[in-house]
């Protein structure tokens, strides 16, 4: 039992698991900002807001990331459509209030503002 306590745990605090539900009802909406990528770190923080999101699946982002940096950390300004969480607690150690799930990126850019 003590174990399956410890590997709930692991999952909320380390691998991203959320402790709040999806929201918009499965609306997926078009955002542009900034993605962070770097060591436990994916993050979007939305044009306009100072609120940064857990990126909940960003291989949709990977591909087009590397064609502007590399594989290296960085930071690039990004248009995309996905669907945004309730408020909750979420990422690396639930540190992000909220989180996105990306489903397209319409356009990226090597800049780090919006």
């Known amino acids: 039992m ?6 709930i745990a692991y999952c909320l605090l380390a691998s991203g698991c959320a402790t709040g ?5 499965g609306e997926v909406t078009e955002y542009e900002g900034v993605y962070r ?4 770190v994916e ?9 940064q999101w857990w990126v909940a699946n960003p291989d949709v982002i990977h591909a087009r990331y590397r064609e ?17 969480s309730d408020p909750g607690r979420y990422g690396h150690m639930g540190r992000y209030r ?4 990306v489903s ?4 990226i850019e090597p800049r780090d503002t919006c």
Not at 21 to 25: K, L, M
Not at 37 to 40: I, L, S, V
Not at 98 to 101: A, D, G, L, N, P
């Open 98 to 101: 909220r989180m996105i799930s």
């Open 104 to 107: 397209e990126v319409t356009r």
């Open 2 to 7: 003590r174990r399956l306590a410890l590997g």
């Open 21 to 25: 539900g999806r929201g918009g009802g």
């Open 68 to 84: 502007q940096v590399g594989g290296t950390p960085g930071t690039v300004f990004v248009v995309m459509r996905g669907e945004l």
């Open 37 to 40: 990528h770097d060591f436990e």
């Open 43 to 51: 993050s979007f923080r939305p044009c306009g807001s100072p609120e």
